[in-house]
């Protein structure tokens, strides 16, 4: 029995003042009053225990639901604290991927194994629109044992779907992808088991759609929910980062290879082109600086050689070169009676002859018609350059077959010694021309230095390069 505090106090009040009886020969005394009052003391005492003990079962009740409310409004902020990291974990390593060094077919798999993490994802594929975005390629594609998916035009699927309305796409039963089949929304393009739930997510980067990333459940007791979409929608702003990402550095790398290979080309064709222009460059400057006929160098390269030659010796004046003037005698008898072009055959078969007289670094040159000069640069002595012209006389005196006769040469020499002195090589061509025309004043085929006294006439013994007296 259970009453209130108003029928308490009532019961007190009826206790301890209102009693009678109906029978005239029962009365009441005063000690059946103190009884009574006893009595009712105890009654009110237990009541008033009984009502504590609800209250207090009351509040404890009340306090009961609301720990376990509290507890449970903990135990979601544990679970929306851990999603929430577990999902920024997540998207820090889809994240990592966009950088890692790694080959497109292991980003594809990392990146799987992350979303796997993230929600129920066995079977899986990720779809992007070509550039002409004409065909569906699938660089990762896992789905009932099947690895592997060949590019598609673009129609009507599910993924087309999600591509046209750059919206989330989730379909909870098998029966709302039936709907969406005989409502003509998608054409049906089943790749192994049917889908049971179905949940794609476009791939943007800014306003674009590039692909999609899809998760399928062939069990009927895995369902995705809305939850699930949002972690795939956090995902996939990830994956379509780290996509463009990846593409854009190779892009790069490739139109970085591309170029190092057009450089590497052009570098090659400069080259070339460098060699070649180098090749006809020198090809002139021999031609500019040698005899066409005889192939000899000419008057300028020979004075050009001199100069430096007399450069060096005013630096260092203890050296001393040679140089050695050459003049065929009566060669134009030769070309009045065999013809020019025995002339030159003639002039060649001399010029190779006085090759044979000198070692590098000397040099012989062709100054004019029958002209010929020797340079001789490191002089020891004076009698170094003597004997080359005793040498030459005995070279040349020996006949040649011109024109089907034999003729000897005859050629006279003239002789300058150069030395810090000269200024440059007209000075050494003049005085060695000097001497020339001394031997040939002479007598001919014979040789006459510049500043010495003219050789006595000893007429065959100079023929045969014998040194002249004095």
Known sequence: MCCSTKSISLCRCFVSEQYWSYQPHIGYSEQDRAVLEFVASHVLTALERRQGKDELEHRVQLRTRELVEANLALQREVMERQRAEQLQAALFQLAQLATADIDESEFYERVHAVVGGLLYAENFFIALVSDGRQQLDFPYYVDTGIRSMPSRPIGRGLSEYVLRTASPLLLRQRAEIDALNQQGVVVPQHVGEPAMSWLGVPLL???????????????????????????????????????????????????????????????????????????????????????????????????????????????????????????????????????????????????????????????????????????????????????VAKRVLQVLSEPMQVAGTARIPSISIGIAIGDYRYSNSDELLRDADAALYRAKEQGRHRFEVFGQAPAPAVGDAAAAGQPPEG
């Not at 055959?345 to 000397?362: G, I, N, S, Y």
Request: charged share 30%; net charge negative; proline share 3%.
């Open 205 to 387: 980067v800014g306003d674009e759609v590039i692909g999609l990333v899809t998760v399928q459940s062939l069990d009927q007791e895995v369902v995705y929910a809305m939850a699930d979409q949002e972690l795939l929608a956090f995902a996939a702003l990830q994956i379509a980062n780290s996509i463009h990402r990846r593409r854009s550095a190779a892009s790069l790398q490739q139109a970085k290879a591309q170029l190092e290979q057009r450089v590497e080309e052009r570098t090659q064709e400069l080259r070339r082109q460098i060699v070649e222009r180098e090749r006809v460059q020198e090809q002139l400057r021999h031609q500019v600086m040698h005899d066409p006929l005889t192939g000899l160098p000419n008057r300028g390269f020979l004075c050009d050689r001199v100069d430096r030659l007399l450069g060096m010796m005013k630096r260092r004046p203890e050296r001393r070169c040679a140089l050695l003037y050459l003049d065929l005698d009566h060669f134009k008898a030769i070309n009045d009676s065999l013809g020019h072009l025995a002339g030159d055959e003639f002039l060649k078969m001399v010029a190779h002859r006085l090759q044979l007289c000198v070692r590098d670094p000397d040099v012989v040159a062709r100054l004019s018609g029958d002209e010929f000069s020797i340079v001789l640069e490191d002089l020891e002595t004076p009698a170094a350059a003597t004997n």
